[in-house]
């Protein structure tokens, strides 16, 4: 059984004046935890509060738990299902690295190009195992890291093992229905010098667009869409303190 909510969230509920804002971070493809929070909430905050609550989500959907796919459906949904909400998206370095992979980032405005970014870091790129499949050449850096295959396995900080990549993103080429390093994700130079030496190339670039095909349109525009930064004015009086945000600790959409 749930326990109860704090006073302050009490309070809350009882309110129809306030304006209600709800911040939601680093989901990483939990969608059961997502929806047990979704329930919870709907459940304690008062019907005409929470219809017309302004959520804000912080970024980090993707990678890690396998349903990174169903998290983005749900909250491209939410708009549709809840048209009095607000919705706000943040964007999180996952995502960024995701949206830069499936290529749903603009060019940088200064004309510069994306291969641009990989000097600072290249130091990392043979531990990391960064992308060279097809379209690499002039990748972000972080969506050759988020795509790439890490050659340690043991996360030493987290105490986890990577799950494919330095992001966790295999669970996320899970999702779509692909196993993370199958051919159509990690080509490699070799492979597809001997495609273009054997006039395959066609057949390789068929692998990567049906790569591609797998993040659908909505998918991509919903993570092209998202905003780094957002600002809100929040009532003072119902800032949940340490000790009342532990009383909640029920509706956190995962364990750290």
Known sequence: MLPPPP????????SKNSSVVICIGD?????????????????????????????????????????TRKVLDFLIDLPSKYPNQSHVFL???HDFAFTAFVGAIPPPPDGSEFRDTWAEFEASEEREGWYKGYGYQNMHL???????????R??????????????????????????HGSPGCFLSSFSLAFALLSKQYQSVVDIY??????????NKKFLSNL???HEEV?????????????????????ER
């Not at 006073?7 to 009882?14: D, S, V």
């Not at 972080?142 to 340690?152: F, H, L, P």
């Not at 667009?209 to 349109?217: F, G, Q, R, S, T």
Request: charged content about 20%.
């Open 91 to 93: 964007a999180g370095n």
């Open 27 to 67: 989901i990483h493809g939990y969608m059961t935890k997502l929806r047990n929070l979704w329930s919870n909430l709907e459940r304690v905050i008062q019907a005409s509060d929470f219809e017309n609550a302004r959520f804000i989500f912080l970024g980090d959907y993707c990678d890690r738990d396998p349903d």
């Open 234 to 254: 929040i009532n003072q009086s119902f800032l949940l303190s340490n000790k009342d945000q532990s009383k909640l600790n029920y509706s956190k959409p995962h």
């Open 154 to 179: 043991f996360n030493a900080v987290k105490g986890t093992e990577y799950q494919g990549s330095i992001y966790d993103a295999g669970t996320t080429f899970q999702s779509y229905g692909l196993p």
């Open 7 to 14: 006073p302050i969230l009490q309070n809350m509920m009882m």
């Open 209 to 218: 667009a049906e790569l591609m095909k797998a993040v659908p349109d909505e």
């Open 227 to 229: 905003v780094w930064i």
């Open 142 to 152: 972080q969506g050759r890291r988020w795509a790439g295959k890490i050659t340690v």
